[in-house]
């Protein structure tokens, strides 16, 4: 059974710092791109960041370009996302999701497998 289950989030002001995990277990972790969205409050879900598991590219939403950081431990099975200078208007709910696909990793239905998600509040 696969499971991803993230870590991490919590409140932060303005300017700070938070970083995510995502750890992966019930999958060949190192077969699996990798990605994170977000869905703030009374929106859809957002693409954030992806790590692919080939290649090792990464690619991010125009939005969070230059202040997230997407990394991966394959001996860990885990996905992390570093959040620099966070903005209020990061506050969403974080989630991680696993894909076998080498393409359309920016959409939802790119993914096989999803997280429950981690709650990122930044405050003003």
């Known amino acids: 059974q696969v499971q991803l289950v993230e870590s991490g989030g919590g409140l932060v002001q303005a300017g700070g710092s938070l970083r995510l995990s995502c750890a992966a277990s019930?999958?060949?972790?190192?077969?699996?791109?990798m990605g994170w969205f977000r869905q703030a409050a009374g929106k859809e879900r957002e693409f954030v960041s992806y790590t692919m598991w080939i290649g090792g590219s990464h690619y991010y939403a125009d939005s969070v370009k230059g202040r997230f950081t997407i990394s991966r431990d394959n001996a860990k099975n885990t996905v992390y996302l570093q959040m620099n200078s966070l903005k209020p208007e990061d506050t969403a709910v974080y989630y991680c999701?696993?894909?076998?696909?080498?393409?359309?990793?920016?959409?939802?239905?790119?993914?096989?497998?999803w997280g429950q998600g981690t709650e990122v509040t930044v405050s003003s």
């Open positions: 019930g999958l060949t972790f190192s077969r699996h791109s």
């Open positions: 999701a696993a894909s076998t696909s080498l393409t359309t990793l920016t959409m939802e239905r790119g993914y096989d497998h």
